[in-house]
């Protein structure tokens, strides 16, 4: 089969000819027709996340979309290694397929699922969004922070207040729900001040972190000490990407006066049962409420040329024939 193989860490996946894939007992052969390249398919491909494995050559990606032997249009996930996403077939756990509502097209799908697992699992089972709470989106100007501002919104967030560098890109978001702006191109001690005011006057319930690093520290910062906004309930602050540092510096007192509940999300903090839950619930409220996700999509046959050139702020989609 035709497919996008890695050879060599490092490197962009070649274009070319990989060993047709057989269902085991208990899986399905999907035959691909988009997969979208997220950071998590980029960090597996490159060896340099924690859940990569596996002997070179491999085929990459993480997820896509696509049609079962029986005609089922699903979405799937986690396919058997040394098989990936982008490949003409793969091998997928039959409990790793979920149908799609057929209002959602394959690139939409395919480009969505990664940003929306990122956002929809922390808020609908790790920390819950309750109505009377604000949810707070540090790093909304990337892929993953645009969808989890719309996905808060539409789960009832009483407020939905959103960060970013980019101050032009930030004005974009109250279009897409958000009700607060925070900038983060400004002092690191203002911010932590604003912070500190926005949990107090919305009442902060959930702080979803795609960014950690310096903004992270200032919003934990925030979050506690003597002036500490108090509520009824705890913040669940979870941490999901690292964009602005893998590590931060934490005093304890920050968390001891605070009440801040720390979590993570990624593979191994949920189980690949909820996170199929999840993605379903997902993919229903996506197609109802026409989720924004930008794409850029080429054929698979493209994917040594397209791998590091899409265009910020897009997601890259391969579409197999």
């Given at each position: ?29 999907v ?6 390249v997220?950071?998590?398919a ?10 990569a ?29 040394p098989f ?7 091998p997928?756990d ?76 930030l ?16 002092p ?17 319930g ?40 893998p ?22 903090s949920?189980?690949p ?5 999840g993605i ?13 996700v ?28």
């Amino acid at each position: 089969m035709k497919a996008a193989i890695v050879r060599e860490l490092g490197r962009p996946p070649s274009y070319g000819d990989f060993e047709d894939p057989t269902a085991q007992p208990g899986e399905a052969l999907v035959s691909v027709r988009a997969a979208a390249v997220s950071p998590l398919a980029r960090s597996r491909a490159s060896g340099e996340h924690y859940s990569a494995r596996g002997a070179l050559p491999f085929v990459p990606g993480v997820d896509g979309v696509g049609r079962t032997a029986d005609g089922r249009r699903v979405f799937f996930a986690f396919a058997r290694a040394p098989f990936g996403s982008l490949a003409a077939l793969v091998p997928v756990d039959s409990d790793h397929l979920v149908d799609l509502p057929n209002t959602l097209d394959d690139v939409t799908a395919a480009a969505a699922a990664n940003p929306g697992m990122s956002c929809w699992v922390p808020l609908t089972q790790l920390a819950p969004v309750r109505a009377d709470e604000a949810v707070l989106v540090n790093g909304a100007t990337g892929i993953a922070g645009q969808m989890a501002v719309q996905v808060a919104k539409f789960l009832g967030a009483s407020k939905v207040i959103a960060t970013g560098r980019d101050e032009a890109k930030l004005r974009e978001h109250s279009d897409l729900g958000a009700d607060v702006l925070l900038p983060l191109n400004q002092p690191i001690e203002a911010f932590r001040d604003a912070v500190r005011k926005v949990a107090r006057d919305a009442r902060v319930g959930v702080v979803l972190d795609y960014l950690w690093g310096p903004s992270a520290e200032a919003i934990l910062r925030g979050l506690g000490g003597p002036d500490a906004p108090r509520g009824a309930s705890r913040v669940r602050f979870v941490q999901v990407g690292s964009m602005a540092g893998p590590t931060i510096t934490l005093a304890g007192p920050s968390l001891r006066s605070s009440g801040v509940e720390v979590l993570g999300s990624g593979l191994g903090s949920s189980t690949p049962e909820s996170l199929i839950t999840g993605i379903g619930q997902f993919f229903e409220a996506c197609a109802k409420a026409r989720f924004r996700v930008a794409s850029e999509t080429h054929p698979l046959s493209e994917v040594e040329r397209a791998w590091d050139s899409v265009a910020p702020g897009k997601r890259l989609v391969f579409t197999v024939p």
